[in-house]
């Protein structure tokens, strides 16, 4: 395949897994699940910047996490900030982050999912004086055991879609 059609091939993927993400995230959960909603946007964007850098960046992820803040009516850029420092941190080792077993790129994922639980809530404590509490980090460990599944679904339509791993 050329560098040409490779580059064309599969370009509605990455699109259609990020509209995807945001639904789930709009969706409404049940109330026993309300502090556990997993941050599906995070997890595209985790993988997307690790399987295919030249194509999901950082400034992808900022305008993908701006539609997130517009369809949440949260804070305008909590959520941008968010899937940027979600994707700076991805992209900055993705070459790494291939090399590990899927269960290390869990821990991974926690952590990250742990440093956005604390910035969201400290954004939402100095503007709605919303205490953290211990519950909201059910949704990073959520997002953690929600890995393997995202990774394995998107790996799947990447290769199918033709997306190539590699430059």
């Known amino acids: 395949m050329s560098r040409r059609s490779n580059q064309q091939a599969g370009g509605w993927v990455i ?10 995230s709009v969706v409404s959960y049940p109330d026993w699940m309300r502090y556990a909603v997993p941050h599906w946007l995070s997890l595209v964007i985790f993988y997307w910047c690790i399987a ?13 996490g701006l539609l997130l803040d517009l369809l949440l009516h949260t804070l ?13 941190a991805a992209v900055t080792s993705h070459q790494r982050l291939r090399m590990y077993h899927i269960w290390q790129q869990c821990l991974v994922v926690f952590l990250i999912a742990c440093i956005e639980v604390t910035f969201v809530g400290w954004v939402f404590y100095l ?19 929600l890995w393997p ?9 990447r290769q199918r879609s033709g997306i190539s791993r590699f430059r």
């Open 15 to 24: 699109p259609i897994s990020i509209l995807v993400a945001m639904i789930l």
């Open 52 to 64: 295919a850098p030249d194509r999901m960046n950082v400034g992808n992820a900022w305008i993908a």
């Open 76 to 88: 305008f850029g909590v959520h941008a900030i968010t899937a940027a420092l979600v994707a700076l």
């Open 127 to 145: 503007t709605n004086d919303a205490a953290l509490r211990l519950v909201y980090w059910q949704a990073a460990l959520t997002t953690a055991l």
């Open 149 to 157: 599944v995202v990774y394995i679904t998107l790996r799947f339509a």
